[in-house]
Each structure stands twice: as C-alpha cells, then as structure tokens.
C-alpha cells in the first residue's frame, strides 16, 4: 500500500525567498509523480509530472525533482509569492501493472508567502 | 480552469439521505476518478470509471456507487449518508494513460447534518 509524508506540514516565509517541500513515497514502484496546489476549499491545480524514467521537471519558478529508488520528490519555488500562498500536494500512483493508477496523497504542506 | 465542471458546488443532505454528484470531463478524456477529501486530509481514491466501466475501487462501502455516460461524464451517488460523509468531493477527468496529468474539477462540497 502506498503511503505519502510530505514534510512540512506548514510553512511560513518571506515575500521573495526560495523554498524547498518535500515529499516521500514508501513504494517505488511508480508510473509518475504529480504535483498540484490547492487554494481553499477549491480542487487541485496540476503544476508538474515527472515521469518515472525523468529525474527533473521544470516549469516557470518551480523545479521539481524525483529519485524513485530512494522514494523522495522535491519541489522547489523560486522566488516566492504570496501568490504561491496555497497547499501543495504530491502524489506517485502506483504501477500496479494492470490499467489503474489512483492517486495517492499525502496531507500536504500549507504555504504562507507574506508580503 | 481545467475544463472540469462538477455540479452542485454545495450540498447540504441529512443522514440517512441519498445523493447524486455530477461530473462532466474534459473534452478528449474518456477516465474520470472519483476522490473524497475531508478537512484537513489529502483526497481519498474512491473508483475510476474507464469508457463507461470502473475500473478500480478503492476502501469505500458499496453504498458508493457510479456511472460514467456515453459521452464519458460520470456520477458519484451515495445511499445512506452518514456524518462522516461530510467532505469535498473531486472529481478528475484525464486521458486513461497512466502517464498522463489528471485534470481536477472544483469539487463539490457535501454537508451531512
């Protein structure tokens, strides 16, 4: 059964800094790894997909990084904005060798960027 | 905006009810999976439905049920609404490859008194 941990829970930082949120896996045995952030009470914005075979994926400000062996994906914003004020979510479905692959997530990390 | 629509936005049932939720996917997309998010937690897989057939479930009862349409929209329904039925209900639409993003509608937020 795959379990998310996405360290940490909340945080808090400046207008402008660069941040890192983290996100592991207990089953590496993955299809792809998907980032999303939701703002409150919405649904979930896709960000990025790293596919199993890439290590990296970049879009704008955000970098994402995945090593599927030791089952850790990061996410790195650049440059913060309270804009980017949100919760970020990451989810690895399995690969569980037939046509299903549910995602699984964890609780999320709850971004503050104050201005 | 992904293209996902689901409908009603709010929802306020008693227990013991009975309730339908309505997603409509996006344009292509013939996979739409169901998630069940309480407050707080991340979302809950709840059943995919593939070209009209579900095709996986996840830990929830029977009394939640499905239905994916001809033009690949879908309905969650669920008998018996219980207190802890009370959460924001999402729905994903994508293109049935597991390497593809899966697109996230609104949600509906479902109140059980």
């Known amino acids: 059964k795959q379990e998310v941990t996405q360290i940490p829970a909340a945080l808090s930082v400046p207008e402008g800094e660069n941040l890192v949120l983290n996100c592991s896996f207990t089953?590496?045995?993955?299809?792809?790894l998907q980032w999303f952030r939701q703002d409150p009470g919405k649904g979930l914005t896709s960000l990025l997909l790293i596919q199993s075979s890439q290590r990296e994926q970049t879009s704008g400000r955000l970098n994402a990084s995945l090593d599927k062996s030791s089952g850790r994906s990061t996410l790195y914003i650049a440059a913060s904005q309270p804009g980017d004020s949100a919760t970020y979510l990451c989810?690895?479905?399995?690969?569980?060798?037939?046509?299903?692959?549910?995602?699984?997530f964890g609780k999320g990390t709850l971004l503050t960027v104050n201005p | 905006e992904t293209g996902v629509t689901q409908s009603p936005t709010h929802l306020i049932k008693t227990r013991g009810q009975q309730v339908t939720l309505r997603c409509s996917s996006q344009s292509g997309h013939n996979t739409v999976s169901w998630y069940q998010q309480a407050l707080g937690q991340g979302p809950q897989f709840i059943f995919q439905?593939?070209?009209?057939?579900?095709?996986g479930r996840g830990n929830f009862p029977p009394r939640f049920s499905g239905l994916q349409f001809p033009n690949y929209s879908s309905e969650l329904n669920v008998n018996a609404l219980e207190l802890d039925d009370s959460a924001l209900y999402l729905c994903?639409?994508?293109?049935?490859?597991?390497?593809?993003?899966?697109?996230f509608g609104p949600g509906t937020r479902l109140l059980v008194l």
């Open positions: 989810a690895p479905p399995r690969d569980s060798g037939g046509s299903n692959y549910k995602l699984t």
């Open positions: 089953d590496s045995a993955i299809y792809n």
């Open positions: 439905y593939y070209r009209e057939e579900e095709n």
């Open positions: 994903a639409s994508s293109l049935g490859l597991p390497e593809e993003t899966q697109y």
